[in-house]
């Protein structure tokens, strides 16, 4: 499964991760990590097992851990696939097909909702 | 030397044996054939193209009430629209927000709902005449309750219209989409192949008069759009046509975040084949059609190009800038002009759809100029403080306080040996500071994600950036980034209570 582990400016400079998978030995398969001055965002992938063990350790630690098991959908009818959302998406959930239909693979999102502030028409919708 | 008229046309589409192919079909048509073979074989190439056109709206008649208004002032779904042309008559264009709702609802919304059949909320008032005592008017209406609803664009179908792209270190929130930060994406607009005017870029049969696709219903064209700039190759037209025929297939309200509303409007023009050279322009393809990458991340009407592009790179999915590969995003749907273009040809191709020639040309020579400006717009240079007091990143805070109470100026902008600036700190910082008696040195309390001005940026764009980032002061810097002055709200407002 996809989880999202967000850690604060504060806890940063800590190797939590580190010892989350020392102390767990989940392996805990890192696809996205993302830093700035105000946080830093890691996506990773986690047999669904070992899933409760990382998040109690990562949490005791001062993260925040998010599944990420509702993906983008779209509304069919608002939606006018124009490929707006194509070049704002971090992971490549949006493409244009050779007859220029909108295609979505829902399985790559991490669900950071860049794309619904996009989207012209408000078809894209998080958490349902 | 192939010649048809329109006449000749009108009378296949009559018996039934007009050939009409969409302006993508005729590009292979042109390269087997060549410009005379398809001349003689194609009578009516078909566009189209679906995209956000901000510059439109719709004349809306009520009728009469009873005891009678002249309506001064008019809110439907509490977004205003223009009555300023009596009685009972108004105008409610795409762009303007609800009073309400905000940027998420304007008169691109009530446009859809209207066309969608759905009820209306009508306020209007008046100061009340001897021939119009009422003085206000609360009603709810539809479409169907509307003598007239005829959809007016004054600068609609761009021939062209510039990529854009954002050079800055932040995301920028524009009518172009979401712009990420060093050109982190670019977006575009526009059907290069399919697109109307570029099908016929002499405007040999484009101009009033002309009979037109628009939003699924007949249109017309009324002439030129405003801004019509053809010399440059961003021709535009001025649109009408009946709201009562659209459908929303192909007129939709849509909102961009940071910017407000704007109305998807689709539309297509049949380019009837009367010669050769017709033929040949309508044979144009995406590679042809080259645009403008503009950044977007310089707060000016005269935005730098990047470089040039053809649609055909544009649509390929990404481009180079600068040695990186970044994704584009169309804002307007390929899918739904090449389905209007379809549509336009089985209208033809059934006889419900009759071509015309225009009865005045578009000019061909007008130039779209930039607004005068009667008084000067004063300069960031002009009113900013030069006589700034720095600190070094790795000075104490103390010293930072003793500067601060010394000089009486509440932000200090940061800077590192090389004079450089580095970051900003505010009498807040220090408060902070002592508070938390963490840290000691400047550099660990100051805020190094610092918003800059320059001082050839005008007052306006430094005001914007005030508020936008929600700080009173913003450091004036070089090309070096050396500081060389602090401008703050309050400069402003006095330069504004001297205006006044």
Same mark, same amino acid.
């Given at each position: 499964?996809?989880?999202?582990?967000?850690?604060?400016?504060?806890?940063?400079?800590?190797?939590?991760?580190?010892?989350?998978?020392? =102390?767990?030995?989940?392996?805990?398969?890192?696809?996205?990590?993302?830093?700035?001055?105000?946080?830093?965002?890691?996506?990773?992938?986690?047999?669904?097992?070992?899933?409760?063990?990382?998040?109690?350790?990562?949490?005791?630690?001062?993260?925040?851990?998010?599944?990420?098991?509702?993906?983008?959908?779209? *509304?069919?009818?608002?939606?006018?696939?124009?490929?707006?959302?194509?070049?704002?998406?971090?992971?490549?959930?949006?493409?244009?097909?050779?007859?220029?239909?909108?295609?979505?693979?829902?399985?790559?999102?991490?669900?950071?909702?860049?794309?619904?502030?996009?989207?012209?028409?408000? @078809?894209?919708?998080?958490?349902? | 030397?192939?010649?048809?008229?329109?006449?000749?046309? &009108?009378?296949?589409?009559?018996?039934?044996?007009?050939?009409?192919?969409?302006?993508? =079909?005729?590009?292979?048509?042109?390269?087997?054939?060549?410009?005379?073979?398809?001349?003689?074989?194609?009578?009516?190439?078909?566009?189209?193209?679906?995209?956000?056109?901000?510059?439109?709206?719709?004349?809306?008649?009520?009728?009469?009430?009873?005891?009678?208004?002249?309506?001064?002032?008019?809110?439907?779904?509490?977004?205003?629209?223009?009555?300023?042309?009596?009685?009972?008559?108004?105008?409610?264009?795409?762009?303007?927000?609800?009073?309400?709702?905000?940027?998420?609802?304007?008169?691109?919304?009530?446009?859809?709902?209207?066309?969608?059949?759905?009820?209306?909320?009508?306020?209007?008032?008046?100061?009340?005449?001897?021939?119009?005592?009422?003085?206000?008017?609360?009603?709810?209406?539809?479409?169907?309750?509307?003598?007239?609803?005829?959809?007016? &664009?004054?600068?609609?179908?761009?021939?062209?219209?510039?990529?854009?792209?954002?050079?800055?270190?932040?995301?920028?929130?524009?009518?172009?989409?979401?712009?990420?930060?060093?050109?982190? &994406?670019?977006?575009?607009?526009?059907?290069?192949?399919?697109?109307?005017?570029?099908?016929?870029?002499?405007?040999?049969?484009?101009?009033?008069?002309?009979?037109?696709?628009?939003?699924?219903?007949?249109?017309?064209?009324?002439?030129?759009?405003?801004?019509?700039?053809?010399?440059?190759?961003?021709?535009?037209?001025?649109?009408?046509?009946?709201?009562?025929?659209?459908?929303?297939?192909?007129?939709?309200?849509?909102?961009?975040?940071?910017?407000?509303?704007?109305?998807?409007?689709?539309?297509?023009?049949?380019?009837?084949?009367? &010669?050769? *050279?017709?033929?040949?322009?309508?044979?144009?393809?995406?590679?042809?059609?080259?645009?403008?990458?503009?950044?977007?991340?310089?707060?000016?009407?005269?935005?730098?190009?990047?470089?040039?592009?053809?649609?055909?790179?544009?649509?390929?999915?990404?481009?180079?800038?600068?040695?990186?590969?970044?994704?584009?995003?169309?804002?307007?749907?390929?899918?739904?002009?090449?389905?209007?273009?379809?549509?336009?040809?089985?209208?033809?191709?059934?006889?419900?759809?009759?071509?015309?020639?225009?009865?005045?040309?578009?000019?061909?020579?007008?130039?779209?100029?930039?607004?005068?400006?009667?008084?000067?717009?004063?300069?960031?240079?002009?009113?900013?403080?030069?006589?700034?007091?720095?600190?070094?990143?790795? @000075?104490?805070?103390?010293?930072?306080?003793?500067?601060?109470?010394?000089?009486?100026?509440?932000?200090?902008?940061?800077?590192?040996?090389?004079?450089?600036?580095?970051?900003?700190?505010?009498?807040?910082?220090?408060?902070?500071?002592?508070?938390?008696?963490?840290?000691?040195?400047?550099? *660990?309390?100051?805020?190094?994600?610092?918003?800059?001005?320059?001082?050839?940026?005008?007052?306006?764009?430094?005001?914007?950036?005030?508020?936008?980032?929600?700080?009173?002061?913003?450091?004036?810097?070089?090309?070096?980034?050396?500081?060389?002055?602090?401008?703050?709200?309050?400069?402003?407002?006095?330069?504004?209570?001297?205006?006044?």
């Amino acid at each position: 499964m996809k989880i999202k582990i967000s850690i604060e400016s504060a806890i940063v400079t800590k190797p939590i991760l580190a010892e989350a998978i020392i =102390e767990t030995g989940a392996l805990l398969n890192i696809s996205q990590a993302h830093y700035d001055t105000t946080h830093g965002e890691v996506v990773a992938d986690i047999p669904s097992e070992q899933f409760r063990h990382i998040r109690d350790s990562l949490v005791e630690k001062g993260a925040e851990v998010v599944v990420l098991d509702t993906p983008i959908s779209r *509304d069919e009818e608002e939606c006018v696939e124009c490929g707006a959302c194509v070049s704002v998406c971090p992971v490549g959930v949006f493409s244009l097909a050779d007859d220029w239909s909108l295609e979505v693979d829902p399985d790559k999102c991490i669900q950071c909702g860049t794309c619904l502030t996009m989207c012209p028409h408000n @078809a894209l919708v998080l958490g349902q | 030397m192939v010649k048809k008229t329109i006449h000749e046309i &009108n009378g296949r589409i009559r018996d039934g044996s007009v050939n009409v192919v969409t302006a993508e =079909e005729m590009v292979d048509i042109v390269g087997e054939l060549g410009a005379e073979g398809a001349a003689k074989e194609v009578d009516v190439v078909t566009t189209g193209t679906f995209g956000a056109m901000c510059s439109s709206g719709v004349w809306l008649n009520f009728g009469h009430s009873e005891p009678p208004i002249r309506i001064n002032k008019l809110w439907l779904n509490d977004v205003e629209a223009y009555s300023g042309v009596a009685a009972v008559d108004a105008y409610i264009g795409a762009t303007q927000a609800s009073r309400s709702k905000g940027l998420e609802y304007g008169g691109a919304h009530v446009i859809e709902d209207l066309i969608r059949g759905r009820s209306i909320d009508v306020h209007g008032t008046s100061s009340g005449t001897d021939c119009y005592p009422r003085k206000v008017i609360d009603t709810t209406i539809n479409i169907y309750d509307l003598n007239q609803a005829i959809m007016l &664009n004054p600068r609609n179908a761009y021939q062209k219209y510039n990529a854009a792209t954002n050079s800055t270190n932040h995301t920028l929130n524009t009518y172009m989409g979401t712009l990420l930060p060093n050109h982190g &994406n670019v977006t575009y607009s526009g059907a290069g192949v399919l697109s109307p005017m570029h099908n016929d870029p002499n405007y040999e049969t484009i101009g009033t008069g002309t009979r037109i696709f628009l939003g699924g219903a007949q249109g017309y064209i009324v002439g030129e759009g405003t801004q019509h700039s053809p010399a440059a190759g961003f021709g535009t037209l001025m649109l009408k046509g009946d709201l009562k025929e659209m459908s929303s297939e192909y007129i939709r309200a849509a909102s961009f975040e940071g910017y407000g509303t704007s109305l998807y409007v689709g539309m297509g023009i049949p380019i009837p084949v009367l &010669n050769e *050279d017709i033929a040949k322009a309508t044979a144009v393809t995406d590679d042809d059609i080259v645009t403008n990458l503009l950044d977007y991340g310089i707060p000016s009407s005269k935005r730098p190009a990047i470089r040039s592009v053809t649609y055909g790179e544009l649509r390929s999915g990404s481009i180079d800038i600068n040695g990186k590969e970044v994704t584009t995003s169309s804002l307007s749907s390929f899918k739904k002009s090449r389905q209007i273009a379809n549509e336009l040809k089985d209208w033809i191709k059934g006889g419900e759809f009759f071509v015309s020639m225009p009865v005045e040309r578009l000019p061909r020579v007008t130039a779209c100029n930039s607004m005068k400006l009667s008084s000067v717009n004063p300069l960031v240079g002009d009113i900013m403080t030069s006589d700034v007091s720095i600190i070094r990143a790795e @000075a104490s805070f103390n010293d930072a306080a003793k500067t601060i109470m010394d000089r009486q100026f509440s932000h200090l902008p940061v800077v590192d040996k090389d004079n450089s600036l580095v970051g900003i700190v505010t009498a807040w910082d220090i408060s902070k500071a002592v508070a938390k008696a963490e840290y000691d040195l400047v550099k *660990d309390i100051m805020t190094k994600d610092v918003v800059t001005t320059s001082p050839d940026e005008a007052i306006d764009i430094a005001a914007f950036k005030l508020d936008s980032n929600s700080v009173s002061a913003l450091p004036v810097i070089d090309a070096k980034k050396q500081v060389v002055g602090i401008i703050t709200s309050d400069d402003i407002s006095k330069l504004l209570a001297r205006r006044q």
